[in-house]
């Protein structure tokens, strides 16, 4: 029986020296290494979390870009980069289609007046004060119940303008028309 016994210790032994053989040769050297590609590991992580922020922020200003265009492009149409004035006589021409009003003479700058609204004068800058606007003259006749709608309208183009006067004359209680005289600015970017 001890021979049994010996056979059972001695494979135990040899068992036990294997697996510490394993661990010692195996196992034990590649520990650094582990901890190594764990710390790599942490670090590719941080990296990753950064990218993903970057590339969140990233995605901000597109969306952003796309809010500052069409503020632009709302910012450009109040204040036109160049002097024409002819989109303001267009409007103006547009307006008195939707309300009831006979244009007389509308001018701009220090040109001559023009006939009607559909010819655009030659406009010159301003010498009161912005370097950046224009004079306008206008001169109709409207009804009785539309001068608020007109003079809103006026105030409303697209393009940034400010009136400056108004003047009503010349009541005529058979047409229920009065005179219109305005007087203002039309401004421009650069």
Do not use: W
């Amino acid at each position: 029986m001890k021979s049994t016994q010996t056979k059972i210790i001695i494979t135990a032994l040899v068992f036990i020296f294997i697996i510490a053989a394993i661990i010692f040769f195996g196992i034990y050297p590649e520990i650094p290494k582990y901890s190594n590609n764990k710390s790599e590991l942490s670090e590719t992580k941080a990296m990753i979390e950064e990218a993903d922020f970057k590339l969140s922020e990233l995605n901000k200003l597109d969306n952003n870009s796309e809010e500052v265009s069409t503020a632009k492009e709302f910012v450009t149409g109040l204040l036109p980069e160049n002097i024409s004035t002819s989109d303001f006589v267009v409007k103006v021409e547009a307006m008195s289609v939707g309300v009831p009003v006979i244009v007389s003479t509308l001018s701009t700058g220090s040109s001559t007046p023009a006939a009607s609204a559909s010819k655009a004068a030659v406009p010159t800058q301003d010498n009161k004060g912005s370097d950046n606007s224009v004079d306008f003259s206008l001169t109709a006749t409207i009804g009785y119940n539309t001068i608020l709608e007109v003079i809103e309208k006026l105030e409303s183009f697209p393009r940034f303008n400010i009136l400056d006067s108004i003047n009503l004359s010349g009541r005529d209680k058979k047409t229920q028309t009065l005179d219109l005289q305005a007087k203002g600015r039309i401004f421009y970017g650069k």
